[in-house]
């Protein structure tokens, strides 16, 4: 548990430093390689991130660390899954919908995922046989596990309202619209929301959506804390012919996924 609470506090101190970042002029924007953007928040991030999880002696595959060759890591049984800065397209938007995504992985499938919401300062902490919470106004450290249980929300939250799905804002393809599209005839009480980044995943777990399609490119880190948190309130995470999601494959683009409650 302890390495649980060193994660969620590496969540929380990053987010603080994408803030600085995102009250500044200055986001040193560059191109990656995949034409995809990096800010100086990016890099700050996983800079922080990496400060904690160096204590934990497990090792970390993030989407700003260096790339690590399959043959390298097949045989890890246990390894961090990082995203410093999820939504970057939505940072430099200044629309508020990004992320901080850490999960812990054992033999494939996420056992603990936290996601911290820099702008909103709400904390997202699921913990697979434990269950998940919501924290709100969460802008320091965390003393101790404990503090989840008693304070905050479990998950899901239940609320009355029409059958939701919830999909990208930033990348919503014509499969995903067509699935949306079938589920509109099925549920006449249908009501659609879009979010950046793990948000999406975050609406499912905490009640407010019942479906969240995504059939468009995804990576690893983008959805590993998310389905920990969704699958420890009980919800699933599956590619398209039924089975789980699994991490720390060799291709680390994920296939398409459905997430439900």
């Not at 468009?216 to 599956?238: F, L, R, S």
């Given at each position: 548990?302890?390495?649980?609470?060193?994660?969620?506090?590496?969540?929380?101190?990053?987010?603080?430093?994408?803030?600085?970042?995102?009250?500044?002029?200055?986001?040193?924007?560059?191109?990656?390689?995949?034409?995809?953007?990096?800010?100086?928040?990016?890099?700050?991030?996983?800079?922080?991130?990496?400060?904690?999880?160096?204590?934990?002696?497990i090792p970390v595959l993030s989407e700003e660390g260096k790339e690590i060759p399959f043959e390298a890591r097949k045989n890890w049984e246990k390894l961090w899954i990082v995203d410093p800065l999820d939504g970057t397209k939505e940072f430099i938007k200044r629309n508020g919908e990004f992320t901080v995504n850490i999960a812990l992985v054992e033999?494939?499938?996420?056992?603990?995922?936290?996601?911290?919401?820099?702008?909103?300062?709400?904390?997202?902490?699921?913990?697979?046989?434990?269950?998940?919470?919501?924290?709100?106004?969460?802008?320091?450290?965390?003393?101790?596990?404990?503090?989840?249980?008693?304070?905050?929300?479990?998950?899901?939250?239940?609320?009355?309202?029409?059958?939701?799905?919830?999909?990208?804002?930033?990348?919503?393809?014509?499969?995903?619209?067509?699935?949306?599209?079938?589920?509109?005839?099925?549920?006449?009480?249908?009501?659609?929301?879009?979010?950046?980044?793990?948000?999406?995943?975050?609406?499912?777990?905490?009640?407010?959506?019942?479906?969240?399609?995504?059939?468009?490119?995804?990576?690893?880190?983008?959805?590993?804390?998310?389905?920990?948190?969704?699958?420890?309130?009980?919800?699933?995470?599956?590619?398209?012919?039924?089975?789980?999601?699994?991490?720390?494959?060799?291709?680390?683009?994920?296939?398409?996924?459905?997430?439900?409650?």
């Amino acid at each position: 548990m302890q390495s649980y609470l060193t994660a969620i506090n590496a969540a929380v101190q990053a987010g603080l430093e994408i803030l600085k970042v995102y009250n500044s002029n200055n986001f040193e924007i560059e191109t990656k390689g995949d034409n995809s953007p990096l800010t100086l928040a990016d890099r700050n991030a996983h800079l922080k991130i990496m400060e904690y999880l160096d204590q934990t002696d497990i090792p970390v595959l993030s989407e700003e660390g260096k790339e690590i060759p399959f043959e390298a890591r097949k045989n890890w049984e246990k390894l961090w899954i990082v995203d410093p800065l999820d939504g970057t397209k939505e940072f430099i938007k200044r629309n508020g919908e990004f992320t901080v995504n850490i999960a812990l992985v054992e033999k494939s499938l996420p056992v603990f995922g936290v996601i911290y919401v820099p702008v909103t300062k709400e904390l997202f902490v699921g913990i697979v046989g434990k269950g998940s919470f919501k924290m709100e106004a969460i802008d320091s450290e965390l003393s101790s596990i404990e503090i989840l249980t008693q304070k905050g929300q479990k998950l899901p939250i239940k609320s009355d309202r029409p059958f939701t799905v919830v999909a990208s804002r930033s990348h919503l393809s014509k499969e995903t619209e067509d699935y949306i599209n079938e589920l509109k005839v099925q549920h006449p009480d249908f009501n659609f929301i879009s979010k950046g980044s793990s948000l999406k995943l975050c609406a499912v777990a905490e009640g407010s959506a019942d479906v969240y399609p995504r059939f468009a490119p995804t990576m690893e880190w983008d959805t590993a804390a998310g389905q920990a948190i969704v699958n420890a309130m009980g919800g699933q995470v599956t590619k398209t012919d039924g089975s789980a999601l699994t991490y720390n494959r060799k291709d680390l683009l994920n296939p398409w996924f459905i997430v439900t409650r």
